[in-house]
């Protein structure tokens, strides 16, 4: 992923962190090496440049719900390699190497908490495990997710951090689009709402399904928004690419989404959100 | 072993040969006959043993049976219906009313079209915003109408472009899945040609999924997945293969209900008779599914799509 040097919508990728977590880390986008205490109580924006790391699924849900209110409903599923897929790696070890190093079943986390005194279903996507991808594990995750809220009648909120669909599971995994979103149609009909925060990136398959279908849709400041790469579109159309093409600001501006928001101000949005909703008659 | 080049070669030869005895009076009506038996064992060997990079060739061949003639041609009457009522029309995602075996159907479909001209005005397939926005659209008319709905798909993907991301693409696509899983009447996809990825779900979200014998149904086309995970555009043969994308594979899989058999050399050898196979198992299909109440359609619709992949999931080990 290549890290845009704008001013404003820098994302920093992290190395994938096995075992110990380092004590400093070091800012791509500007260089300072910061503490990585200091970091965490900094959302992982770089102090000096403000520069936005990426955050693992469990990072982003410790920034988000209520202190000791998550109840984690990850269902335990690992994918089995349907389709037994070797590219110039068999699929089989990058998953093992994924697994490994995120310590994760696979790219989404799926929780009950309370953000702002408010329950909801979270799931959260986590960018280190295969770009995100959505393949067989995270659309039963995520139909789990929406069906827990459905029941529950709470609302159902996702964080996105997906490249798309999952090459490696063939049409098994563009067919999660269509498992989620018909999920998504249980949730809508039972009166239950749905915010998406859509982080750096949400493209895809993952973005023509389940990301774009929510009641309220949230930007992170600097997210990476849109179906087709930059290089597809270049290499298809040989069209120039207006600046800030894709980017958060982008999004709003086209009406593509409701909001942009810092990451120092996600939670309170999000608990503004939910306090306007509290009381929508089947699940506030 | 069989290959394409021998068969050219081959057929040429027959055919040199033919005109001789035909036009010339030659007498090598021996020698005819025999190389005529060798071509057609050939064949045989060849098109019984495609390999998928083979298939991607032949759904993706100039003169394959596609878009509006093939519609024509499987369907009694088409009407076509334009324009997705907010500012657009799309030359590649069409649709309208039609008749089917004395009945009346909804049909959407890709269309790529066949001179030059034509392919640049509908970009070879590959839909816009208000060509997702007009299925939409078209979906409703014909729900409420209760008219079945036909998808036939043949689409590289949806349209990469500035505009299209800017008038949301994205959405227009999830919307459409969304509406084809929700409708309360019969659905039945026919994928012709080339299933890609979002651009093909879009319109593939129904209760019946049919593939002609050599079309596709990818996530990625093997150029794609070639030039990110092998970092090599040469390596698209093997991506193919590894992808599962082929009609015989996805029935194995249950992603396709049926594989709807073409002609020794593909469709294109005989596009009438390609049509007439296609509109033979959608209506066998459709009568099954009008035979089955609404409640108990739309329940085996929400499961297939509910438990999608599921065999591709095992317990956690560590």
Known sequence: ?284 | MADERTIRALEEKVAELRRLVEEEGVDLQEELALLEERLQKLQREYYQSLSDWDRVRLARHPERPRGLKLVSQVCDAFYELRGDRMGGDDLALRGGLARLGGQPVGVLFHHRGSTPEEQRACRSGMALPCGYRKAVRIMRVVERLRLPLLTFIDTPGAYPGVQAEEENIAGAIADCIATMLELAVPTVAVILGEGGSGGAIALAAADRVLMLENATYTVISPEGAAAILWKDAAAAPQAAQALGLSAPRLLELGVADEVIPEPLGGAHVDPEGTAQAVREAVLRHLGELQQLPLDERLKLRYSRYRNAGNLGTKAKTG
């Not at chain 1, 928004?225 to 958060?248: C, S």
């Open chain 1, 1 to 284: 992923m290549p890290i845009r040097k704008d001013s404003k919508d820098r994302y920093v990728e992290v190395e994938l962190r096995r075992g110990e977590e380092p004590l400093w880390m070091r800012c791509g986008a500007c260089g300072e090496l910061v503490f990585r205490r200091r970091l965490r109580e900094n959302n992982y924006i770089c102090p000096r440049c403000g520069a936005y790391f990426f955050l693992t699924a469990q990072e982003r849900i410790a920034a988000l719900v209520d202190p000791d209110t998550f109840q984690e409903l990850t269902l335990p599923l690992e994918s089995d390699d349907p389709l037994k897929f070797s590219d110039r790696k068999p699929y089989a070890d990058r998953l093992r190497e994924a697994r490994e190093s995120t310590e994760l079943s696979d790219a989404v986390v799926v929780g009950r908490g309370k953000i702002g005194g408010h329950e909801v279903v979270l799931a959260v996507m986590d960018f280190r495990f295969i770009g995100g991808s959505m393949g067989v594990v995270v659309g039963e995750q995520l139909a789990h997710a929406m069906e827990q809220a459905a029941e529950a009648r709470i609302p159902f909120v996702l964080v996105v951090a997906s490249g798309g669909a999952r090459v490696q599971e063939g049409v098994l995994s563009l067919l999660q689009m269509a498992k989620t979103v018909a999920a998504r149609g249980r949730l809508a009909r039972a009166g239950v709402p749905y915010i998406a925060v859509l982080t750096y990136p949400s493209t895809g398959g993952v973005m023509a399904s389940i990301a774009s279908l929510a009641d309220v849709t949230l930007a992170e400041q600097g997210a990476l928004i849109g179906f087709a790469g930059p290089r597809v579109i270049q290499q298809t159309t040989g069209e120039r690419l207006p600046p800030g093409f894709q980017r958060a600001r982008y999004a709003l501006e086209h009406g593509l989404v409701d909001g942009v928001v810092s990451r120092e101000g996600l939670r309170e949005e999000l608990i503004q959100v939910l306090d306007v909703l509290s009381g929508v008659p089947h699940g506030g």
